[in-house]
């Protein structure tokens, strides 16, 4: 099957800039997640969707970050204006219907993002 | 909200050796626990996983033990190869929060 398709691969902005990430989640698949995994670090939940509704988004920070998933399908992640420690690997994940036990995730390839 | 403690840090075993991580997680009622594999580079990918109702779980050369009462599980790899080179995340699934909640990682090396 097809996987989850990210895009921009790779970015590079200016503090204080803005910045819009991409995902187009495997079909069929209910639910999406971005993370941020910072180097070194184990990837972090920013925010989890299913279908078009905001299921957790405790951990997004809220004054600079947004996202959104029209129509329940694609999603965009908006950083504005970036900070220095946003710099980081953005992932986008999703997993199949509802979110249960037994159900996994599968992960793009992420959108690597340097602010200078 | 769920916290997850992964060990080490770095692996470097020598190729035929057997390596061995080990994650803890603070939440009783997480009852999903996948190990994804991320070469450079490249997106965090799933090798196995195992759910509560079960023990310990083997696919060829790799298997996972979890002993919910010590909230403990491990991840295990004979036989070990150059390619299995990479970082390996343990994670949890929290029931209330239904994401995944990930380890800090561990860069396995096998040296040929």
């Known amino acids: 099957e097809a996987g989850v398709a990210q895009s921009p691969r790779y970015k590079i902005i200016e503090k204080r800039q803005s910045v819009a990430f991409w995902c187009n989640p495997i079909?069929?698949?209910?639910?999406l997640y971005w993370y941020q995994q910072i180097l070194g670090q184990g990837p972090k939940l920013l925010i989890q969707f299913q279908n078009n509704g905001v299921v957790d988004d405790s951990q997004l920070p809220k004054d600079r970050f947004s996202a959104e998933r029209l129509k329940g399908v694609d999603s965009t992640l908006k950083i504005q204006p970036a900070k220095l420690e946003d710099s980081a690997v953005y992932l986008c994940?999703?997993?199949?219907?509802?979110?249960?036990?037994?159900?996994?995730?599968?992960f793009g390839q992420g959108t690597r993002l340097t602010v200078v | 909200g769920e916290n997850v403690e992964q060990h080490p840090s770095t692996l470097s075993v020598q190729e035929g050796d057997s390596a061995v991580i080990k994650c803890t997680y603070s939440?009783?009622?997480?009852?999903?626990f996948p190990w994804y594999k991320q070469e450079l580079g490249k997106r965090p990918q799933l090798i196995i996983d195992i759910r509560s109702n079960v023990g310990e779980k083997k696919d060829q050369r790799i298997a996972v033990t979890l002993n919910k009462t010590a909230k403990h599980f491990s991840l295990h790899i004979t036989e070990t190869q150059p390619e299995d080179s990479a970082v390996y995340f343990c994670a949890a699934r929290d029931t209330g929060r239904r994401a995944l909640t990930f380890g800090s990682g561990t860069r396995l090396q096998v040296q040929p």
């Open positions: 079909s069929g698949h209910a639910t």
């Open positions: 994940a999703s997993s199949p219907i509802k979110p249960g036990p037994n159900t996994e995730a599968f």
């Open positions: 939440d009783s009622a997480s009852n999903y």
